[in-house]
């Protein structure tokens, strides 16, 4: 070779990217776990603890307070993200994507961020726009947005240096809503769809350059397509049915929790709920199959599989384990080991060896009707198919789809030991109707399966469902449950070693969940669907200070230092699963859903709270009936409609989406042009041709108009007997 050429060689070969080149692990000091100053990730520090060591607000002090700034987000939808502060700099994210940078003293915007998000996607998002937050390394801010597209920002400027498709597959309804997690020199991105017809997997990317380094698939293929990726998917595949609907994809996505653990360089992966819901439709013939509902450890170099656990087999409940974790060392049996602290959807809280994925404890949290306990030995649960099988008859599980816990941020404080976290102990009727096993998958499509109803409306719906299903729901042993307790909600400080809950705090509602922040210095912050920024005592779990903010707050709060002033921030605005359904104890109901980012410090001004909203304007009077309409026609509409749009439109006065109960004389006048053709899907409502024949739509605009014309007439009647335009009572 001559000698310009090897030269040249040398420097291309410097430039490729490389999974181990330039990173050592070693380099992370695990010996510490809390953040600092910074807050380096959405959770906080390398341990994923979402726990601070700063002094400088405490017990003594947190009556002083108040707002040191805010900012407006431009926009009324779901946020779920945690701020990233990295030297003085505010980094987070916001619905479908968006990313702003910010002064973190003054809250003075430096850039901002929003891609071109291709909208039919909303289409395929079953929790709304939801987005998780940012990563930040190597001099860029990464973000993944709704429909797929992995970006990496300029950390400055906040311009494009690369941008990679994660979908290889664009034939099915994947979404990304989760938080990229940076592990060394690659960034690994999940994604969501198991509900629709999704095969999960995660995707890790050179951070340089893009390009892929390597796709671990989270449940197999269809064998009929040629052996699986590798090893662990061969092993994998034993555990499912012969008779398997590989056409549906299996599920699996991992939606949220990606976690590094730089002492065994390997990335946890927690796996999503089997799609569909039912094993019956899902997987003939049963299975654990691998792997749903699982802890998955990877190499970070070569993504092959180190170890799993599954936390769920036999997933018929929607029982997700993409809950964040919490990475730690504690002692067992007179060892000190590094462990992995989580609680899925499923109501157990996991005590793992980071090791080896080995079971150290197992401690029940909530009521649970799929299992009665765990074999530590074996690390199987105990199964209940008696009160959880589908298959056999309706069912009450316990916990619900919402899961004891979900994506909100729990937070662990090492020097006291104790978990903090927001629970739910809630059930669900859940039942599989004989018609939905065999059919066709419906391409980009819900493929649930299933059909429920949570306990906190149970007893309310019972009357209206056919005798025969009162009777088999009425006697199952848990009927009593929901009769006695149908949901109850709450934060917990927990003994992870012992599962022994030392307070708890009631939470306002069910849906009312939410991150939490824990301090060294004896601080438990978190935010309420009403409004309310709390501080508890986290040794007695004792009201600190309640700071009124008039701004519905899930997502968990953060602090940081600059210049020496100890700040704490959340982000505000309700949305993400049941986003429809608003209850009328919230912020975002009483007062809007203006998204921000509020900002305190010690002395700080008064929170600005906005207004109360105005009354509902009256209900437009529809237009006549569509011409050959029956009421055959208007029932197939109902179904049509709940099938595939109540999962967005719940018709509820101030839902994050309009009322179709409200459409205005143009809304009827262009239907068919928006749900069929696409009028609107640059304003995210997705067009449904492919899904629905136009007699199909015209039946759901029947239902809708006969929907409407009943509710303006109701609400005639209203006025002239006095009553208010309009009332609301919903269920907690």
């Known amino acids: 070779m001559q000698p310009l050429k090897l030269v040249a060689a040398v420097i291309a070969l410097a430039v490729l990217p490389s999974c181990s080149k330039g990173f050592d692990p070693s380099q992370i000091d695990t010996g510490t776990v809390g953040a600092g100053e910074n807050w380096d990730n959405p959770a906080g520090d390398w341990a994923e603890s979402r726990f601070s060591r700063l002094g400088d607000i405490d017990r003594s002090n947190v009556g002083r307070l108040g707002l040191a700034w805010e900012y407006d987000l431009g926009t009324t939808r779901v946020q779920e993200a945690s701020p990233v502060v990295i030297d003085g700099v505010m980094y987070t994210s ?77 034939g099915r309804a994947y979404t990304i809503t989760g938080a990229p997690e940076v592990a060394g020199d690659i960034v690994v991105i999940g994604n969501a769809g198991a509900e629709y017809d999704a095969r999960g997997y995660v995707s890790a990317y050179n951070i340089r350059t893009g390009e892929l380094a390597w796709r671990f698939y989270t449940v197999p293929r269809d064998p009929k397509e040629g052996p699986q990726e590798n090893a662990a998917l061969e092993a994998a595949l034993e ?71 599954q936390e769920t087999p036999t997933d018929n409940w929607d029982f997700t384990s993409v809950q964040p974790m919490v990475l730690t060392s504690m002692t067992f049996e007179g060892r000190q080991r590094p462990v992995l602290l989580h609680t899925p959807k499923n109501g157990f809280f996991f005590i793992l060896d980071r090791e080896n994925g080995k079971p150290l404890a197992i401690h029940q949290m909530v009521r649970t009707s799929w299992a009665s306990g765990w ?278 006065p101030r839902a994050p989406l309009p009322s179709l109960l409200r459409m205005s004389k143009g809304a009827h006048d262009a239907f068919d042009e928006i749900v069929l053709r696409g009028l609107l899907v640059a304003n995210g409502m997705p067009r449904w041709d492919d899904l629905m024949s136009p007699d199909e739509v015209k039946a759901i605009h029947a239902y809708l108009i006969d929907a409407q014309r009943k509710a303006y007439e109701d609400e005639q009647r209203g006025v002239q007997a006095g009553r208010p335009i309009y009332s609301r009572v919903t269920a907690n």
């Open 239 to 309: 555990t499912w049915s012969p008779d398997t609907r590989w056409d549906l994809g299996g599920g699996g996505t991992a939606w949220d929790a990606i976690t590094y653990d730089p002492e065994f360089d390997q990335v946890i992966i927690g796996v999503g709920n089997g799609g569909p819901y039912a094993q019956a439709i899902r997987s003939p013939g049963g299975g654990d199959n691998l792997y749903l509902s699982s802890l998955v450890a990877v190499d970070r170099k070569t993504g092959e599989m180190k170890w799993h656990f």
């Open 375 to 652: 074999d530590l030995k074996t690390g199987k649960p105990h199964l209940t198919p008696e009160y959880s099988d589908v298959e056999t008859g309706p069912k009450l599980v316990f916990p619900g789809p919402p899961g004891a816990r979900n994506w909100y941020g729990a937070a662990f404080d090492p020097e006291r030991s104790l978990y903090f976290a927001s629970f739910l102990d809630m059930g669900n009727m859940i039942m599989l109707p004989p018609e939905n096993v065999g059919k066709p998958r419906r391409v980009l499509g819900l493929n649930a399966g299933t059909e429920s109803i949570f306990t906190p409306y149970l007893e309310a719906a019972l009357p209206t469902l056919p005798k025969s299903l009162q009777d088999q729901i009425t006697a199952l042993p848990q009927w009593q449950w929901v009769k006695e307790k149908p949901w109850s909600s709450d934060i917990r400080a927990v003994d992870p070693v012992t599962g022994e809950t030392r307070w708890s705090y009631p939470r306002e509602g069910w849906q009312d969940r939410s991150g939490v922040l824990a301090t060294r210095t004896g601080l438990v912050i978190f935010g309420t669907l009403s409004g309310k920024l709390v501080v508890l005592d986290a040794d007695t779990g004792k009201v600190l200070r309640e700071i009124e903010t008039g701004r519905s707050i899930m997502a968990a709060p953060i602090t940081y230092k600059v210049d020496g002033v100890q700040y704490i921030a959340v982000q505000t605005g309700w949305g993400g699963g049941g986003w429809g359904l608003v209850p009328d104890y919230a912020a975002a109901y009483t007062k809007g859903n203006a998204n921000r980012i509020l900002v305190f410090r010690l002395d700080g001004k008064p929170v600005p709270v906005p207004p109360d909203l105005p009354a509902e304007e009256p209900i437009p009077e529809p237009p006549a009936q569509l011409p050959g309409v029956t009421p055959e026609t208007i029932a197939q509409g109902r179904v049509t409609f709940s099938k595939n749009c109540s999962i967005c439109h719940s018709n509820l």
């Open 94 to 170: 916001g619905n479908l994507g968006r990313v702003y940078a910010l002064d973190a003293a003054t809250g003075a915007r430096k850039w901002a961020f929003e891609p071109e998000v291709d909208m039919q996607y909303n289409r395929y998002a079953c929790c709304d726009q939801a987005n998780r937050g940012v990563e930040v390394a190597d001099g860029k801010v990464f973000v993944g947005a709704l429909d797929g597209w992995l970006y990496a920002l300029d950390q400055e400027t906040g311009e494009v240096e690369w941008k990679v498709d994660t979908f290889p597959d664009r």
